[in-house]
């Protein structure tokens, strides 16, 4: 039988096969080859009885740190136009690890019943010039949440974002009725989130969801120099167009995408976000050398 590990708690794995979900034990073999389960795992079990043991891991596509999640396809990157006010640099952070990680990343302003200024505007720009998809969202009133259901099926998808922008509301609305009771378990689980750091996968729309608690701050200086670029899409067409081929966009002559910027096929905020990064990786290499 095989399934999908939907949540794990103190040694235990909680698996989605067809309809049921089965608790089991993971086999310790596992540990020799460094594998323990996670959630989001494609697993075979083995049953005895009611519950069962995990008798396979299947190779994963993806795995995601915080929160440890394997398979995640896509990212719902959420902000808020207003309290709290959309933190740019998070943002493009975020934007940049999702292609870290491979996941399909789209991103939601959620709020729209506050104010909306020239400020946010400026930052959907940036967010589409880069070739994301943007959509707006009033969740506590159910706004633009079809809009969300319709990229669920077949994916994975984590919602993560800062804290308060209302990820939660977004996915209590995705799910509906069916998530109220879930919701309940949840948020028993939410009180020991902090300590057990575990994440569920929620099932809907055939697709599967994890929220994920706010953060506020958010590293990527662990990705190489050189490796950065690749992380800004729409710098992919313009790649070969540098002088050098070892061109890092910085201070390199006939660069094809300090080009970009200047005849504005390239968002200038994105460029100087991606500077900065660099800068970021470049000075943490000199402190340990
Ligand atoms: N005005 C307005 N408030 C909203 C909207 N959606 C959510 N909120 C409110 O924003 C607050 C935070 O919402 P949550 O869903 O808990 O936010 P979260 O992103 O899950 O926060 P963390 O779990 O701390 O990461 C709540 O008071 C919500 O009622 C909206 O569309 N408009
Ligand atoms: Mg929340
Ligand atoms: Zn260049």
């Known amino acids: 039988m095989d399934g999908t590990i939907v949540k794990g708690i103190a040694g235990f794995y909680y698996i989605k096969v067809n309809n049921k979900i089965i608790e089991c034990k993971s086999r310790g073999k596992f540990r020799h080859d460094e594998l323990s389960p996670m959630v989001g795992d494609r697993v075979d079990i083995l049953l005895q009885g009611d519950t069962g043991v995990i008798e396979k891991i299947y190779p994963r596509s993806s795995r995601i ?51 909306l200024s020239d400020k946010e505007k400026s930052i959907e720009d940036m967010v589409k010039s880069a070739g994301y998809e ?72 055939g697709g599967f969801i994890v929220d994920t608690p706010g953060f506020s701050s958010f590293k990527i200086d662990f990705i190489e120099a050189e ?40 968002n200038r905020k994105r460029y100087n976000f991606y500077l900065k990064m660099l800068d970021e990786i470049l000075n943490k290499k000199n402190i340990i050398r």
């Open 65 to 115: 740190i915080r929160p440890a999640v394997s398979n995640v396809t896509q990212a719902i990157v959420v902000f808020a136009v207003k309290n709290p006010d959309i933190n740019e640099e998070l943002l493009n952070k975020l934007l940049v690890s999702c292609e870290f990680n491979n996941l399909k990343a789209i991103v939601c302003f959620n709020k729209l019943d506050l104010e």
């Open 134 to 205: 943007v959509i707006f969202l009033k969740a506590k009133e159910g706004y633009g949440i079809d809009k969300i259901k319709e990229r669920l099926k077949g994916e994975i998808t984590v919602l993560c974002g800062p804290s308060g922008v209302g990820k939660s509301t977004i996915l209590n609305h995705i799910a509906g009725k069916e998530l109220m009771e879930t919701g309940v378990i949840s948020d028993k689980l939410k009180r020991g989130k902090h300590t057990t750091r575990h994440s569920e996968l929620i099932e809907i729309d």
């Open 227 to 266: 490796e950065l670029q690749y992380y800004f899409p729409e710098f992919k067409n313009y790649l070969g167009s540098c002088k050098f081929t070892s061109c890092l966009h910085y201070k390199e002559p006939n660069c094809g995408i300090k080009k970009m910027v200047e005849e504005g096929l390239i």
